[in-house]
């Protein structure tokens, strides 16, 4: 048989209806796995390629022609807005199946809850978060509701692994897995990877089988990019005040066309928007502006989406990561990012959602700056987000997607699972606590030692507590953290947090930081002295020493290796870009002539002062601060210099100490044990604060340093 004479009776015919000419190669390859085989599935291809259909056709008819006696397909997703309009394009074919799809999140009734809990079938929609309430508090029920579970489809797969909660979501399908005794069918979704056998892996765990990816040879469609640049207004010259202005110029770039405006903060979002009401007020024209973030109530970002996907004027959404997932906001005809993506993968996101109907994905970058004076030292005078955008674009161009990072020892998500299993079972032995945990996929390099480290500190600050028979259960501190509406969710909830020292505001933070953590904030070095959730603000005192990372308020990032290569070829080469606009390649001239007169193509090692050097190595973060600490060691009266990204800043040394120091690491075997790293370098997460300090390190270690990789770079 056909793949097309293999599917339900009523898809031929909706497939006839809707005119389809034949399945795509995607489709095709799909219903071979999922018909034939036992095998998971990995759906990595380009937007809008047919992914959803490739994985519910053949998903939908097993169904149908084998009912189940309770939910038979788990569809999870990573933002409710996702679950809203995901099932728009096959629901006809759902109702023609009678299969029933049923929303299981925070914003869903009761009423529709019990209903399903009465009659389990179909399909659940749900976030992790929710899944993690249901384990906790309806254990039994979720019993019912999974007992004959088939499939467990993950869509913006890339979404969840390598991130919290993808670790929490892992370990939410073992644990479910082991309370109904079936093991599902894992499909996976995505249009961004760049790991593909780390991808198949993490689908993989717990499940004991294989992963199939079809490789199609499906390409993503063409795309039309460009950058431009631009000083701030007031520092132009005089004779050119009648140029375009940044704000204009991206008025005239959104105009006429149904657009997003991303930006990587909330402030800038709404920085920009508000400029283009401006703008759109003194020409008379319509006010077609809209804002969608993290800060917006759900309500009015679900308005922004239903009139984005519906409405024929030419809207215009600023937005950050919340509109980057594929929620379908119908045919948008330019992407626009103010600044730099944080990667190859967020740009390939972004760009992918423009173009649908015309085939062409269109993206624009815009840069503006404050023009330095000509002292400013060469490093602080190259604008290193911008040459960053232009290597991204290229890697973008050479298919090149960042890989995954796999979490080996992810403390924080343990405590979290540590407690809702408590929560949910009400006592278990250390035994039986460490047996279920450890043998998840997702803990299976923590050790034991390192387990029963955790327990030990737990029961001192009164999370869990003994039992007389010598079981373990919630302690009183424990059961306020479980108890908590927030427990379900493993990451902190996006918030602008103030930066104050007294009453002066520093800037803003999008992760709220603890007590004692020192960061970078405006080019200084702060500690953190007092939180106020309730107010958002946090306050600090100017602080001594070297904090882990250069906190910059958009979040964590981690830059690839290959990225800063890119960089380094763009600025030491005179490639030329078509993509750039007329002031993006003056401001590239301008840059290449600083990199030329500092010698950045050949000098590893460049002079700011008699005693302070910087090192250009061009390393990724996990490789340079590998390189960090071992220098640490090997120049112990070194001092803390304001770190500036992608160079390292070392004072209080000679040249040829330095150079003696860089000598000794080619020619000698430095591992890990030849770190120092400072105290306060830890890694931040929502449930950190319950885990010890040296594991905290350890985790910080494995996360954010790669000697063999930095050993490898500096020797070629």
Same mark, same amino acid.
């Given at each position: ?59 939908? /008819? ?5 009912? #189940? ?89 890339? $979404? ?43 689908? $993989? ?134 600044? #730099? ?47 960053? #955008? ?27 699972? /540590? ?129 882990? /990372? ?167």
């Amino acid at each position: 048989m056909s793949t097309f004479e293999q599917l339900a009776p009523f898809i031929q015919d909706y497939i006839y209806r809707n005119g389809w000419e034949e399945l795509r190669e995607i489709q095709v390859a799909a219903c071979d796995v999922i018909f034939n085989t036992d095998s998971n599935l990995l759906i990595a291809t380009p937007t809008a390629s047919g992914k959803t259909e490739a994985a519910f056709l053949p998903v939908i /008819t097993k169904l149908y022609n084998e009912p #189940c006696e309770s939910v038979g397909v788990l569809y999870i997703a990573p933002l409710k807005a996702l679950i809203n309009d995901q099932f728009a394009r096959i629901e006809e074919l759902l109702q023609e199946a009678y299969i029933p799809v049923t929303k299981w999140h925070g914003d869903v009734s009761a009423t529709v809850k019990n209903k399903l809990l009465k009659k389990p079938s179909g399909i659940l929609q749900t976030t992790p978060e929710s899944l993690e309430a249901m384990l906790m508090r309806r254990k039994e029920q979720a019993v019912k509701l999974f007992s004959d579970l088939r499939f467990i489809i993950i869509d913006e797969v890339h $979404n969840f692994i390598g991130e919290e909660r993808g670790t929490q979501l892992i370990s939410l399908l073992e644990r479910l897995q082991k309370l109904t005794g079936v093991i599902p069918v894992r499909i996976g979704l995505s249009a961004t990877l760049g790991d593909i056998e780390g991808a198949e892996d993490w689908l $993989n765990g717990g499940t004991g089988r294989k992963c199939i990816t079809p490789d199609t040879g499906v390409k993503r469609r063409r795309a039309v990019v460009m950058v431009e640049h631009f000083y701030e207004f007031a520092f132009q010259e005089k004779d050119k005040k009648n140029e375009i202005s940044f704000y204009e110029n991206l008025y005239e770039l959104t105009r006429g066309k149904k657009s997003i405006v991303f930006s990587n903060a909330r402030s800038e979002v709404e920085k920009n928007i508000v400029n283009l009401k401006e703008i759109a007020k003194k020409r008379g024209e319509p006010d077609v502006f809209m804002v969608h973030h993290g800060s917006i109530s759900a309500s009015d970002r679900e308005f922004v989406e239903e009139q984005m996907r519906l409405s024929d004027l030419p809207l215009v959404t600023g937005a950050t990561v919340t509109l980057e997932l594929g929620i379908d906001l119908g045919d948008l005809e330019r992407i626009i990012q103010v600044g #730099c993506p944080k990667s190859v993968a967020s740009l390939s996101q972004r760009l992918g959602r423009s173009g649908r109907r015309s085939g062409v994905s269109e993206m624009c970058f815009l840069f503006e700056e404050e023009k330095r004076s000509e002292s400013t030292e060469f490093y602080k005078a190259v604008n290193w987000s911008f040459i960053k #955008c232009i290597a991204l674009i290229e890697l973008y161009r050479e298919n090149y997607i960042e890989p995954v990072l796999p979490e080996r020892y992810p403390f924080g998500i343990l405590y979290h699972q /540590t407690m809702s299993f408590l929560y949910s079972r009400g006592e278990a032995s250390p035994e039986v606590l460490a047996q279920s945990l450890l043998s998840e996929y997702a803990f299976r390099f923590v050790t034991q030692e390192d387990y029963r480290e955790l327990l030990r500190y737990l029961l001192k600050i009164g999370h869990i507590e003994r039992t007389e028979n010598g079981g373990l259960i919630l302690g009183t501190e424990g059961e306020k953290v479980a108890n908590h509406y927030d427990f379900y969710s493993v990451f902190e909830s996006d918030v602008e947090y103030s930066v104050r020292e007294g009453s002066h505001e520093i800037g803003t933070l999008t992760r709220l930081m603890q007590p004692d953590t020192t960061f970078v904030l405006g080019g200084k070095s702060w500690m953190v002295t007092e939180i106020d959730k309730e107010n958002k603000n946090i306050y600090v005192k100017s602080a001594e020493g070297k904090p882990p /990372t250069v906190w910059d308020g958009t979040g964590e990032v981690i830059e690839h290796t290959r990225v800063l290569k890119k960089m380094k070829e763009i600025i030491t080469t005179d490639c030329k870009y078509p993509y750039l606009g007329d002031g993006a390649k003056k401001r590239l001239t301008e840059i290449r002539q600083v990199a030329a007169g500092a010698g950045l193509e050949t000098k590893e090692i460049f002079e700011i002062s008699p005693d302070t050097y910087g090192i250009s190595l061009w390393l990724g973060t996990r490789a340079l601060n590998s390189l960090d600490y071992i220098l640490n060691k090997l120049l112990p009266d070194r001092k803390f210099v304001e770190p500036y990204w992608p160079f390292l800043i070392v004072k209080n040394v000679t040249k040829n100490e330095l150079m003696d120091a860089l000598d000794y690491i080619r020619k000698n075997d430095v591992t890990e044990s030849d770190y120092i790293v400072p105290k306060d370098a830890k890694t931040f997460g929502k449930y950190n604060d319950f885990v010890p300090e040296n594991l905290l390190i350890k985790q910080y270690v494995d996360r954010y340093t790669d000697v063999v990789e930095m050993k490898e770079e500096i020797s070629l």
